[in-house]
Each structure stands twice: as structure tokens, then as C-alpha cells.
């Protein structure tokens, strides 16, 4: 049994929360983020604020789709609200980043620049040409962005050059001795 989704999620005043249609819609004056809702979760709101429940109560896994739905609920409010932001490096010699309208073009060391165009809802500022500062309301696509872009050159075991997230540990191998 989900203790996640028993806990209610706050609902902020200027915050509104609407599910018409198993459609979940967070809205905060401009920012509007919509989610839908599984056919095994049941909303039940209160004073509190709104958690969740299966509609099945015997299965394990509906219990475990509305945990991830409240979680899902969370940072819907939390993104219209604050909003999200991830930080990346380039790290390796001659590795640049370029901001040109809503595309980012990238010099990682190939014999190419890598072009990746941004979606609407995230937005880019580069300093150093190395610093990547990403920033949305939605975390999901956010999190898609960032882990492509990281993809674009994944940061190598022996020397740790390529695009990561501010502050990742990683842990490089030995070299190899003859």
C-alpha cells in the first residue's frame, strides 16, 4: 500500500487544479501544465488538499500508479509555481555551446557541430560557452532535454570529458599500464 499517495498535495491559492475527463490541469496565470489521469487512480480532495487512491484497492500496482500520480500532481504544482531548473557542463578542450534562437549548436569534439533544437517550454541561457542553464515548468521535459543533450557526448571513464550535470560524480578509471 502506497504511503506516498495517501499524503495530500497542497494546493497553493493562487494555484487552481481542475480534472475534467481523467484530465489533470494545473493552471497559475500563464503557466498551464495538464496531465492525464490513470483509469486505476481515484482523486478524492479534502480541506487538506488532494490525494489519491485505486480505485481497485486489492491490487499492489494501482496503489503504486497513484503514489507516481500524486508525485506527478506535486510537480505539476510546484513547476507552474517556481518552475524547474538543471545545470549542465561541457568539459573538455575546444567543447563549446552556442545559442542561436531556439537551437543550441554544439562543438563536441566530432568532425560535425551538433545542432538540438529546443521545444517551447524550455528555455536556455549559456555562459562561458560551457555553462548550460535550462529552465521549464514542465520536469518531464526537462529531463528529457537535459539527458539528450547529455547524450550528444556522454562524459567518458578515463578522462571525464564530455556534457554533464553540475555537481554529477563521476568516477574515472585507472588508466591502463603496459
Known sequence: MSRVAKKPVIIPDNVSFTCNDQLMVVTNGNNKLMQPLHPSVAIVQSDEGVSFKPTD??????????????????????????????????????????????QVT??????????FSLPAAVEVTIEKDVNITLKSIDKQLLGQVAAKMIALRVPDAYKGKGVRRVGAVLKLKEVKKK
Not at 513547476?79 to 568539459?91: E, K, P, S, Y
Not at 554544439?106 to 545542432?115: A, E, N, Q, R
Open 57 to 102: 484497492d486489492s491490487a499492489n500496482a494501482s496503489w503504486a500508479m497513484a503514489g507516481t500520480t500524486r508525485a506527478l500532481l506535486a510537480n505539476m504544482v510546484k513547476g507552474v509555481t517556481d518552475g524547474f531548473t538543471i545545470a549542465l557542463q561541457l568539459v573538455g578542450v575546444g567543447y563549446r555551446a552556442k545559442l542561436q534562437g531556439k
Open 106 to 115: 554544439f562543438t563536441l569534439g566530432k568532425s560535425h557541430p551538433d545542432v
